[in-house]
């Protein structure tokens, strides 16, 4: 089972930026996709960004594109999203997830019930 570790997050003003990283051990990433999905309050989940591993294929939000990277970094096992452009509206909790088949999940509403999910970092936003 994989485990996930994350970090970074905090608060930011608008026009700022953070970044988050995650962690991924406990099996092979070669079959993973790995991302990001956050929960604003009051809100469901939504899915923000992923990379596939091996491919390095990226996917965004329409949203975050142009404001955020996902970067994977090889020798650390690990995922980072750099966020720009900071928005109050990316205020949330972020959870990184990795799961071979996240892209099938990205508008699945009790996808946050999988055990592919990480305990989640707040990122806060003010205007």
């Known amino acids: 089972q994989v485990q996930l570790v994350e970090s970074g997050g905090g608060s930011a003003q608008a026009g700022g930026s953070l970044t988050l990283s995650c962690a991924v051990s406990?099996?092979?990433?070669?079959?993973?996709?790995i991302g990001w999905f956050r929960q604003a309050p009051g809100k469901e989940h939504e899915f923000v960004a992923a990379i596939n591993w091996v491919a390095g294929n990226t996917y965004f939000k329409p949203a975050v594109e142009g404001r955020f990277t996902i970067s994977k970094h090889n020798a650390k096992n690990m995922v980072t999203l750099q966020m720009n452009n900071l928005k109050p509206e990316d205020t949330g909790v972020y959870y990184c997830?990795?799961?071979?088949?996240?892209?099938?999940?990205?508008?699945?509403?009790?996808?946050?019930?999988?055990?592919?999910w990480g305990q989640g970092t707040q990122v806060t936003v003010s205007s």
């Open positions: 997830v990795a799961d071979g088949r996240l892209l099938e999940h990205l508008s699945d509403p009790s996808y946050h019930e999988s055990d592919s």
């Open positions: 406990g099996e092979s990433l070669d079959r993973l996709i």
